[in-house]
């Protein structure tokens, strides 16, 4: 099956004065297209390192790395700026919408980014917040809108440049049990209706239990790959599935 990601061998290393941090240590990793993976690990493990340099927010010290065919690890700074924007959403815990703009508004952000003309952005920027059922909030200002209704904002300004992979950092770190249910079914919807590759680091045993593979960090290490046997499904994905695919 064709790949999203291609990783070989990648390792990352800080150098803080005399201390030398080894955060990665030869990752090898391949992640197919419409792929649901959750990154575990504890805190200093490599995980959001590792997440980082997916998301072109880093370079590796050595190794390699394709993105949807791209080897983005020798890419100049201006070249991973134009990877990042067309080939890649995030989603982040803390939303990092802009206050004083309405949710369209800032969906349609990484279309301006790409001179999408006006009418165009507007399109997409309504058709991505229906996607994420929020297309009746679209004039409302984050203020106007639950921790929720902001992350479902946030998820359609990932999607609005119809990326190659959706990145997301603990995407539920701040919502409560019921809503992160919702964002979990939404992501779900996304990877199984539309095949969308998503990669996401969460710190949630349950919350990982809705991707189909989790990856495992351990002191920079990849300690475990395997399949989620036991997947759990949002309630509309029950209902759509009648039983659990897997299972």
Known sequence: MEAVIVVEQLSKVYEMGEVRVEALRGI???VAVGDFVAIMGASGSGKSTFLNILGCLDRPSSGRYWLDGLDVSQMSSDHLAVARNKKLG?????????????AVENVELPLL???????????RAL???????????????PSQLSGGQQQRVAIARALVNAPALLLADEP?????????VEIMGILQRLNTGQGITIVMVTH??????????????????????????DRRLAPDM??????????
């Open 28 to 30: 090898d990793v391949r």
């Open 90 to 102: 995030f989603v982040f815990q803390s939303f990092h919408l802009l206050a004083r703009t309405s």
């Open 113 to 123: 980014y790409s001179g999408v003309p006006r009418r165009a952005r507007r399109a």
């Open 127 to 141: 058709a991505a917040l229906h996607a994420t059922g929020l297309a009746a909030r679209a004039e409302h200002y």
């Open 172 to 180: 539920t770190g701040n919502l409560d049990s019921q809503t992160s």
């Open 204 to 229: 949630e045993a349950d919350i990982a239990q809705y991707a189909t593979r989790i990856l495992v960090f351990q002191d920079g290490q990849l300690v475990d790959d395997r399949p989620v046997d």
């Open 238 to 247: 029950e209902a759509r599935h009648g039983q659990n695919p897997l299972g």
